[in-house]
């Protein structure tokens, strides 16, 4: 039997990267998943692979930085199946990195960002935090980063975000424990994504000390390291889980 069998999952930022390996893996393993993103046609392409595979997938595209979008989102899920369906799981992991620190990043950009990777999965914690925990059971997954923990010289304004990110993690965490939801923060080291272009990273400004690292992640290993903290037993929970590539020293 496949670990998420009869269980639906709510994946954002599934149109690439991450998202779209955490969504692929979670479906093989028997979830119905719900993917969503901006991009319509990147998103519609992972759910039908998905379908093809014999998976079940729903394709819900809006902007993850939107609290409408996201009221959206959580409502589709509920009506998907004919208005049958609860969610179990939401990965929290749409989000943008930015180049740069506090007085070299793009400061047109801090808006977006926050709006994103803050203001929006705040949003989403909030939900899907008050719909688990008035079911009792549930997990959340947060995608974070090292640079959450760890704050970097080549993105110091983004690591803020994600310390933000950590810290919304735990809070909820705190408040749902008791109810019987698992709130768990991810934090990857470098994957090779989509990421690197929307953030503006150059071999100038990254590239050139990430070569010292040696191989670096691809989503799939992040992926793979979601799917076993969420295959834990209901009263186990790895309520956080750092991932490096091996030759990263830091952040
Ligand atoms: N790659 C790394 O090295 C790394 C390391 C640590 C943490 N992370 C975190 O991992 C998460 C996923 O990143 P990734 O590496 O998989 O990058 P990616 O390949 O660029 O994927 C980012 C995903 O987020 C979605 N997204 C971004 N802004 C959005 C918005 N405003 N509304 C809706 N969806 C949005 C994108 O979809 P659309 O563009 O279609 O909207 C895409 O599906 C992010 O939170 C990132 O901060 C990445």
Not at 50 to 68: E, F, K, P, T, Y
Request: aromatic share 6%; net charge neutral; hydrophobic share 45%.
């Amino acid at each position: 039997m496949h670990p998420f069998e009869g269980k639906t999952a709510i994946v954002t930022g599934a149109s690439s990267g991450i998202g779209r390996a955490v969504a692929r893996t979670l479906a093989r393993q028997g979830a119905a998943v719900a993917l969503h993103a901006r991009r319509d046609a990147a998103l519609q392409a992972v759910a039908a692979e998905i379908q093809a595979a014999g998976g079940r997938a729903l394709a819900v595209a809006g902007d993850a930085g939107q609290s409408g979008a996201l009221d959206a989102l959580l409502d589709a899920v509920l009506a998907w199946h004919d208005g049958g369906c609860a969610y179990d799981i939401v990965v929290a992991n749409a989000g943008r990195g930015l180049a740069g620190g506090i007085t070299t990043s793009d400061a047109s950009q801090w808006q977006d960002l926050y709006q994103t990777n803050v203001l929006g999965t705040a949003h989403l914690l909030r939900q899907a935090g008050r719909y688990l925990s008035g079911r009792g059971c549930g997990d959340i997954v947060v995608v974070s980063s090292v640079v959450g923990r760890n704050i970097s010289p080549f993105s110091g304004f983004y690591g803020s975000s994600k310390f933000a990110v950590s810290a919304l993690a735990e809070a909820l965490r705190r408040e749902v424990c008791a109810a019987g939801v698992r709130v768990s923060t991810v934090l990857p080291g470098i994957v090779e994504s989509g990421f690197q272009q929307v953030a503006g990273y150059t071999r100038e400004n990254f590239g050139k000390t990430v070569e010292t690292y040696g191989r670096v992640l691809e989503p799939q290993d992040i992926a793979n390291g979601v799917a076993w903290l969420l295959a834990q037993p209901p009263h186990v929970h790895v309520s956080e889980i750092m991932i490096r590539p091996t030759g990263q020293n830091y952040p």
